[in-house]
């Protein structure tokens, strides 16, 4: 029976190769940061996958539906933009299944973000940092018009992308819980939060709030966008958002910092960003289970010295200083 539950789980289960063994992250629930006695809280570690971030499931679903179409075959160059996490996915993707990988990101990322791309092999090509992810998007699309030999994903307006969350994250959410109260995510790409949202409004109805976390305009934080920079990913339908709260670069980093010392979780800083907003939603209940999502882990951010400074010393810190 124990052997039976564990299938296909992280802990357990069997995968023929690292590809195969995407998804299928656990459901951990966050007791200390409860407010009242019946709502629970519940993180689905995305970082748990084998790049550590939510975006493995995306990169798949990309290169798989790029294939089903016949868009692409080994030796190709696929050309991408992105803020780190999506590169490293399709990294690691196209070096297993025999596609050249050219990323296009803000030169300002992290220095681990640019690390892990050269590890599995991806040619990366900067885009000015003050431009931020849009920056990145506006030289992607410039070079794949200039190359129509390259093969341009765009995680931004395709629909595998919302489909591994419809398909993937939302369905393992439904395998544990009956109820849903409230979900909550970042906003990037939108994926997050449009295919766990059309799933859980189909499976709920308007019982469950579906809640946008996004960055306040000017105040980026590492794979969120604000919507008010110009730019709305063609894949996001507002009409499916409840509710889009704005998030302090400030309290993101805080909110990073207490999901390690309260709950032992160490995350990425956007997910401090959607954790924040998930208490905040959790306060406004009177019971029922909020669920959000840790989109990656700590690890690219350890150079911002968030997880190891003294806890006064995060609190004073002033926003945007490594990004
Ligand atoms: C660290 C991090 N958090 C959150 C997100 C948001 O996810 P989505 O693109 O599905 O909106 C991303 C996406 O790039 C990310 O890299």
Redesign the pocket.
């Known amino acids: 029976m124990a052997a039976e539950r564990l299938r296909n789980r992280p802990c357990g289960g069997r995968y023929g190769d690292i590809v195969q063994s995407i998804g299928n992250t656990p459901l951990v629930e966050l007791p200390n940061l409860s407010p009242k006695p019946g709502v629970r809280i519940w993180a689905k570690l995305e970082s748990r996958n084998p790049t550590g971030?939510?975006?493995d499931r995306?990169a798949r679903a990309l290169i798989e539906d790029a294939e089903e179409k016949g868009a692409i075959a080994p030796g190709q160059t696929i050309l991408e933009p992105?803020?780190?996490?999506?590169g490293i996915s399709l990294a690691l993707i196209c070096k297993l299944k025999g596609y050249r990988l050219k990323v296009v990101m803000p030169e300002n990322v992290t220095p681990e973000r640019t690390q892990l791309l050269s590890m599995y092999g991806a040619e990366i090509v900067y885009s000015p940092g003050d431009q931020g992810?849009n920056g990145a998007v506006a030289m992607a699309l410039e070079m794949a018009s200039a190359d129509p030999s390259c093969y341009m994903p765009y995680?931004?307006g395709n629909q595998a992308?919302?489909n591994a969350?419809y398909n993937g994250t939302a369905v393992e959410i439904l395998e544990e819980l009956d109820e849903v109260a409230a979900f909550v995510?970042?906003?990037?790409?939108?994926?997050?939060?449009?295919?766990n949202g059309r799933r859980l409004k189909e499976t709920f109805g308007d019982a469950v709030k579906i809640v946008a976390a996004e960055p306040m305009q000017g105040e980026p934080?590492?794979?969120?966008?604000s919507l008010d920079d110009g730019f709305i990913?063609p894949i996001i339908d507002i009409s499916l958002l409840d509710r889009k709260i704005f998030v302090t670069n400030h309290d993101a980093i805080v909110w990073t910092r207490k999901l390690l010392d309260e709950e032992g979780l160490f995350a990425?800083?956007?997910?401090g960003?959607?954790a924040s907003i998930a208490v905040r939603i959790a306060g406004e209940l009177e019971e029922g289970n909020v669920v959000f999502?840790v989109?990656?882990d700590g690890w690219?951010y350890l150079s911002s010295g968030i997880y190891t400074l003294p806890v006064e010393e995060v609190e004073n810190l002033e926003s945007t200083v490594w990004w």
Do not use: F, W
Request: glycine letters at 20%; proline letters at 5%.
């Open positions: 971030s939510v975006k995306v992105t803020s780190g996490n999506t992810s995680q931004y992308n919302p969350h995510a970042g906003l990037g790409t939108g994926g997050t939060l449009m295919g934080v590492q794979g969120l966008r990913p990425g800083v956007s997910t960003a959607i999502v989109a990656d690219k």
